[in-house]
């Protein structure tokens, strides 16, 4: 009887060591596998990479001349040119036809001018009041024979009345001739009044005819003027045209640099013909080195900041201090630093790291990577041994920080951590406060 339960009792331990061993070994399976690291004490660091070329500080640009066929294109990019070095050849047989065709284009325009002057002279006209005045003129000499008929006529008759009363010498039948050649001439008088005065209206309407017709000679005049002061332009623009390729034809149709410098591009390429606004551009100062600044980073770069820089051929970093920092032509935010070297060629790439540390020591910095963020707070989990009914495990304990700055690795926190606190940066899955976890040993 007492074997019997001395082995029930060995029975239930080997099973109960047996439940254990299999719930210990679930759980294991079961909790997550977490990856912990300490705080720290230091500052953060603002650091990034990028890319940038060699460029020249300064340049000087020579335009070359309008409706040219480049020939050839006889200095290399990067090569070093002295004033009077040559550098476009030109087609000389289409420069000759250019030539030709100016030629034609400056006589015909010649032509047209004179046309133009002859056309903008005064027309010899006459004024439109000379019929006028002369309708005025004969109207007033009629008027004034009218009422000199008139006042004749009224004195004759007057005396004829006078001589009635004193001696009765005049006849009624004379009276009446005499009255009726006064009434006669009153009305001869008017008519001419009438006639002179729409004669009066016809020379001021001839006058004002007159006098816009002048005026529109004078606009006319102006607009002749004008034009003709557009085509002399036109002329010496076409002339100016001809000179420089008169010139251009002496040198044999060679254009040459007019400074010292290396030589970068010409914007033209071998058989095409140029608009007027392809340049040679020559390098004549210092190269400097300059590099992208990423969107996120516009900020942190400044003036005397130093670059580790590794340029395309080399395999040594150099060390560049930040001259100063702005956009370049295609409104990019770039960093520029002096290069003194002139055996780089314009456009050569290279690679960049900017690092640096910030001016502040900060007493607790944590990985990036074991921040997190809820409800607008920060918090980190650590890993934390607490008892349980399998024994004593690690648990995610929850523990708020206040984050004070922030690089790309590690972020500057204040709060209450023990020193020795492990911190959670990975997991093989999700966790969350209270989970149990284990160490990635």
Partial sequence: MNRKIVKMILYFFIVMICCTLIARTAASMTVAKVKIEETGRGSLVDEFDGVGSIQAKERAYQSLPEG??????????????????????????????????????????????????LLGASPKRTPATAQAGLTLDDAAERLGEAQTAYQQAQNRYEEAEAEELEENLTTEEEKQRL????????????????????AQGAYQIAQQD??????????AEKASQMALSEMQVELTVLQNKMEQMAVLKEAGGIVTAQTDGVFASVGAEEGSVTTGEEQIVLIVGNLEACGNIPEDKIATITAGDEIEAVIQGETKKRTLTVDRVGQDEEGTYVWYAPLPEASYRVGTSLDYRYSRKSDNIYDILIPLSALRESGGSSYVLIAQMKPGILGESYTAVKVNVTVLGKDDHSAAVETNLPQEAKLITESSKYVKEGDRVRLNE
């Fill in 68 to 117: 040219q066929k480049v020939a050839d294109i006889l200095a290399d990019p990067g090569s070093a040119v002295h004033a009077g070095d040559r550098i476009v050849q030109f087609d000389s047989g289409f420069l000759e036809e250019k030539i030709t065709e100016q030629a034609q284009e400056i006589e015909k325009l010649e032509y047209r001018i004179e046309q133009q002057r």
């Fill in 179 to 198: 009255q009726s050649e006064m009434e006669t001439a009153y009305t001869a008088m008017q008519e001419a009044e009438r006639a002179y005065r729409l």
């Fill in 210 to 219: 007159e006098a816009n017709s002048q005026a529109n000679d004078a606009t």
